[in-house]
């Protein structure tokens, strides 16, 4: 494969990664606890958008929005109803996982008892794929680009320019202290679960645009969203996008990868091209997940 | 007599869920390591027993003693890395080792036959009982939970059972008393997996017949759904959990008789359940079923 190639599938894996893994490690920074129901709610909202926009007609961008937000407000509903009780209750964080967990099968089941497991595909018109530096790039996939990039700035600014985004600081550097300048931080929670939630619901309708939509596709993210996540140093946003770019462009030269010249040792057995087979693409983040946990736990950007 | 024989087939499945349930119960419930992941030493143990079985030809109790030890050695080799690690870490892991796994024995076609499975797995002493060989069965399964129930008791009464409580409700604290908790958690997994090896090698003998398809990450979750309902750090909550979870499972398989909804929406349906159940009871009955027995020792004077 064309090395530009490579490049250009590893920044669309990377920046529907990133968007995912942002929410998981601010959930993770702020309440303490790994949210295994995260890619259920993205693939989730990415149902809702695909009925928005399949079954009621209404334009795409529009239909990811009202998913987005809608899969928000449910984030904040659930944090009122279980989470908030919990935290006042001084529940365990390992509780609140498990909790997640459990959330997450009903999710994932409630998404194929309304959608039914048959794969869905976004409608999308066909177009001749651009070709830049050799590499081929659909208008598609330019799209995810633009947009990744433009949610990332958008989170960007969200953090460092807004009230919201000043208080989620304080809380993460010092929870105590945020509290006594009267930082309102159930509140600040709240909108926490909504940001969280409405990214990964942009990432996951990316991931279901680019290939499938069909109930498990949370489940099946969850590994490479929380190795990016682990990868880039859990608790730190922008650790989160670094990670996922890393694991983007890991998964991609991997599976490009010629072992056969390594396991010849110089020319001294013909083992001919020898490739890791397509079906062991999502044993990749594990193994990179591994190496991480054993090399450097705390990941890319992580204090030691 | 297909009422009997199915009732049969219930309690004998009870007596494995049983095994499964308490080997991820020592890790969770005792020593509060979470494992997502835990139908990989189920699978383990079943593929082992059955491809030693079947294609190497050695006798079954050599297959299924097999598969426990592949299954206590994963464990290891899965705590080794997570072992200084918060427990976060562990569910990932183990969620992607379960996975692995499964991607393994669908992929290695050479020795697992993929997505086609192992068939004609041997039974034991089949030739010999033919007429109630699944009273046979079921009561050999019955002797092995019972067996298991006892040592898992004496385990978690001992002195390393302490260990483990003490490693879930204050690890830093066991460490200043030095115990050498890494040690303690990588112990804990390999026993877990020696137990549900166990289970898998029994499934695969009595079901005949596993593919990838046994193996999925639901199994997983239906035996955490058995703990948290039936109560953790307690084997006879994880044998209630078992009981419970199991005859809801498959009891709804008859509701598809009487109401017209598909196979597909149906176990949708029940997963939905399960998982409200899982959350239900976090929230509103933490201890499960039935509580774990707190040793109570008189105020000294």
Redesign the interface.
């Known amino acids: 494969m064309e090395i530009s190639q490579i490049i250009v599938n590893s920044l669309i894996r990377g920046a529907e990664l990133s968007l995912l893994a942002i929410g998981l490690t601010m959930v993770?920074d702020i309440l303490g606890?790994?949210n295994?129901a995260h890619t259920e709610f993205a693939a989730f909202g990415a149902f809702l958008g695909f009925t928005f926009n399949s079954l009621l007609g209404i334009n795409l961008l529009l239909s990811v929005v009202l998913a987005a937000l809608l899969t928000g407000l449910i984030g904040i509903l659930l944090d009122l109803s279980?989470f908030e009780?919990?935290r006042a209750r001084n529940?365990k964080t390992?509780?609140m996982?498990?909790?997640t967990?459990?959330?997450?099968?009903?999710?994932?089941?409630?998404s194929?008892?309304i959608w039914?497991?048959s794969t869905k595909n976004f409608p999308m018109p066909l177009l001749q794929p651009l070709k830049i530096l050799g590499a081929r790039i659909t208008r598609v996939q330019l799209g995810i680009l633009f947009i990744a990039a433009i949610s990332m700035v958008a989170f960007h600014l969200l953090l460092h320019h807004t009230k919201f985004g000043k208080a989620l600081r304080a809380i993460s550097d010092n929870k105590e202290l945020a509290r006594a300048s009267a930082i309102d931080s159930a509140k600040m929670v709240q909108w926490m679960w909504f940001v969280a939630y409405s990214y990964a619901v942009i990432g996951g309708t990316m991931l279901a645009i680019e290939h499938l939509l069909y109930?498990r596709l949370g489940?099946d993210i969850?590994?490479p969203v929380?190795c990016a996540a682990?990868l880039g140093g859990i608790g730190n946003p922008y650790g989160a996008v670094l990670g996922a770019l890393t694991l983007g462009f890991a998964e991609n030269v991997i599976i490009s990868l010629d072992f056969g010249p390594l396991f010849s040792l110089g020319g001294l057995f013909d083992v001919g091209s020898l490739q890791l087979?397509t079906?062991?693409k999502?044993?990749i983040?594990?193994m990179i997940?591994?190496l991480v946990?054993?090399i450097k736990?705390t990941g890319i950007l992580g204090e030691n | 007599m297909p009422i009997a024989n199915f009732t049969i087939y219930l309690f004998t499945m009870f007596g494995i869920y049983a095994l499964f349930a308490m080997s991820l119960n020592l890790q969770v419930g005792y020593a509060?390591l979470?494992n997502?992941g835990q139908v990989a030493f189920f699978a383990l143990g079943a593929y082992t027993s059955a491809l030693l079985v079947v294609k190497a030809g050695l006798p079954i109790a050599v297959g299924i003693i097999a598969g426990m030890l592949a299954s206590g050695f994963f464990g290891c080799l899965l705590a080794w890395?997570?072992k200084s690690?918060k427990?976060?870490?562990w569910?990932?892991?183990t969620?992607?080792?379960g996975?692995?796994i499964r991607?393994f024995a669908?992929?290695e076609k050479w020795l697992t036959e993929g997505p086609f499975g192992v068939m004609n797995i041997p039974q034991p002493l089949e030739g010999l009982i033919d007429k109630y060989y699944n009273i046979f069965y079921f009561i050999f399964v019955l002797i092995v939970v019972a067996v298991v129930y006892m040592l898992l008791s004496m385990l978690t009464d001992s002195p390393f059972g302490r260990n483990l409580k003490a490693i879930r409700d204050a690890e830093d604290l066991s460490k200043s008393l030095g115990k050498n908790t890494q040690k303690i958690k990588v112990q804990v997994m390999a026993i877990g997996g020696l137990v549900a090896g166990l289970a898998g090698a029994i499934f695969a003998h009595y079901m005949v017949y596993i593919s990838p398809e046994n193996f999925r990450?639901l199994e997983t979750?239906l035996i955490?759904g058995m703990i948290?309902v039936g109560g953790r750090a307690n084997n006879r909550g994880a044998i209630l959990g078992a009981v419970v979870i199991q005859t809801f499972y498959v009891s709804t398989r008859f509701v598809g008789n009487y109401v017209p909804i598909g196979s597909?929406?149906m176990s949708?349906?029940r997963?939905?359940v399960?998982?409200?159940?899982?959350?239900s009871f976090?929230?509103f009955r933490?201890e499960g079923l039935l509580r774990e027995r707190k040793k109570t020792y008189p105020d000294e004077v």
């Open positions: 993770y606890f790994a295994f279980i009780k919990l529940a390992l509780t996982m498990i909790i967990m459990g959330m997450g099968i009903a999710i994932r089941n409630i194929r008892l039914t497991s109930p489940f969850i590994i929380f682990i087979s079906g062991y999502p044993a983040s594990f997940l591994i946990l054993l736990p | 509060g979470v997502f890395p997570t690690l427990s976060d870490y569910a990932i892991t969620l992607a080792a996975e692995v991607l669908l992929n990450p979750f955490w948290i597909d929406l949708a349906a997963m939905i399960i998982g409200l159940l899982m959350v976090l929230i933490p």
